[in-house]
Nanobody, 126 residues
Framework: QVQLVESGGGSVQAGESLRLSCGAY????????MGWFRQYPGKEREGVAA????????YYADSVKGRFTIFQDKASSMVFLQMNSLKPEDTAMYYC???????????????????WGQGTQVTVSS
């Protein structure tokens, strides 16, 4: 079983930065890809950024390209989301996710990620 623990959310002004962190804890699991999703109230979760653990395949939603960067630290089994130039429309609950099966790197689907963190709120004010 895998437990994902997130940290780093908060409230910032537009144009500022935040870094989200996610650690994977547990035994006897295989994770092949990790990512970040966000969810607006009343909406479905949408993929923000994702990568395979080999670091060769990386996905970004068009709305965050050039502003957000996903990266990992394999030694500590952590994945990060560096969010720069934040906008009010980035306000959402952000979730770390991981999977050990197969996924669509061009459009990550929540159902392909079997492990989820508890979520961390990001609020950007104008």
């Amino acid at each position: 079983q895998v437990q994902l623990v997130e940290s780093g959310g908060g409230s910032v002004q537009a144009g500022e930065s935040l870094r989200l962190s996610c650690g994977a804890y547990g035994n006897g699991y295989s994770i092949y890809y990790m990512g970040w999703f966000r969810q607006y109230p009343g909406k479905e979760r949408e993929g923000v950024a994702a990568m395979d653990t080999g670091g060769e395949i990386i996905y970004y939603a068009d709305s965050v390209k050039g502003r957000f960067t996903i990266f990992q630290d394999k030694a500590s089994s952590m994945v990060f989301l560096q969010m720069n130039s934040l906008k009010p429309e980035d306000t959402a609950m952000y979730y770390c996710a991981a999977g050990g099966g197969s996924w669509y790197p061009h459009n990550p689907r929540p159902r392909d990620f079997g492990y989820w963190g508890q979520g961390t709120q990001v609020t950007v004010s104008s």
